[in-house]
């Protein structure tokens, strides 16, 4: 063997070695930077979605949880709640909810999927207070024609079961309602779609 045919052997495998030992230290390099783009998991948390179980949720009753650092609330209207619904439209700003406050599947008289289940996040749209849950129908601490619905104990503005603003309160806005679905007949997903897997 020639010298010439040594040092071309011994080129060839430093050169394929420096290859292969860069390319390992880019990859190596890469993951770190590629990992830290990848939301915590407190900001998945905070974003994820939430399941609510709603079979021991009785008419009238309301289940609270938190979806995004909201809180976001669970509402079984009774039948009567409900079909009560449509005498309020005279009095609300926007009885038909022509606002992008809900998903295209809540664009209904009820604003929900199922009428007597109604999901809502409970953030008045006024200043940002919570409203109170307040069902019944007259409760003196709102007025005696109260139909039943929500209260916002910081300036007074007042929303039906729906989540409907009425008129002549400081809100703008009926109360947003979140995406969701049912995974089954008793959990309810907030924060993802019903059309979504």
Same mark, same amino acid.
């Given at each position: 063997?020639?010298?010439?045919?040594?040092?071309?052997?011994?080129?060839?495998?430093?050169?394929?070695?420096?290859?292969?030992?860069?390319?390992?230290?880019?990859?190596?390099?890469?993951?770190?930077?590629?990992?830290?783009?990848?939301?915590?998991?407190?900001?998945?948390?905070?974003?994820?979605?939430?399941?609510?179980?709603?079979?021991?949720?009785?008419?009238?009753?309301?289940?609270?949880?938190?979806?995004?650092?909201?809180?976001?609330?669970?509402?079984?209207?009774?039948?009567?709640?409900?079909?009560?619904?449509?005498? #309020?439209?005279?009095?609300?700003?926007?009885?038909?909810?022509?606002?992008?406050?809900?998903?295209?599947?809540?664009? #209904?008289?009820?604003?929900?999927? *199922?009428?007597?289940?109604?999901?809502?996040?409970?953030?008045?749209?006024?200043?940002?207070?919570?409203?109170?849950? *307040?069902?019944?129908?007259?409760?003196?601490?709102?007025?005696?024609?109260?139909?039943?619905?929500?209260?916002?104990?910081?300036?007074?503005?007042?929303?039906?079961?729906?989540?409907?603003?009425? *008129?002549?309160?400081?809100?703008?806005?009926?109360?947003?309602?979140?995406?969701?679905?049912?995974?089954?007949?008793?959990?309810?997903?907030?924060?993802?779609?019903?059309?979504?897997?």
């Amino acid at each position: 063997m020639s010298s010439e045919e040594i040092d071309q052997n011994r080129r060839h495998f430093l050169t394929v070695s420096t290859v292969v030992v860069g390319a390992v230290g880019a990859v190596m390099a890469a993951v770190p930077f590629v990992s830290s783009m990848e939301p915590s998991a407190r900001a998945k948390a905070l974003g994820g979605p939430v399941d609510i179980d709603v079979s021991k949720i009785e008419p009238g009753g309301q289940i609270k949880a938190k979806w995004r650092g909201k809180p976001t609330w669970v509402v079984q209207r009774g039948t009567v709640a409900v079909s009560a619904l449509a005498k #309020n439209d005279g009095f609300l700003r926007d009885p038909d909810s022509k606002e992008d406050q809900q998903p295209p599947y809540c664009k #209904n008289e009820y604003r929900s999927i *199922k009428p007597e289940l109604f999901v809502v996040v409970g953030i008045c749209t006024h200043l940002g207070c919570s409203p109170l849950y *307040k069902p019944q129908v007259g409760d003196p601490s709102v007025s005696m024609d109260w139909p039943g619905g929500f209260f916002c104990p910081c300036h007074g503005s007042k929303y039906d079961l729906a989540g409907r603003v009425f *008129k002549g309160v400081p809100a703008p806005l009926n109360l947003q309602v979140p995406p969701y679905k049912y995974v089954s007949d008793a959990v309810v997903r907030v924060g993802e779609d019903q059309g979504a897997a």
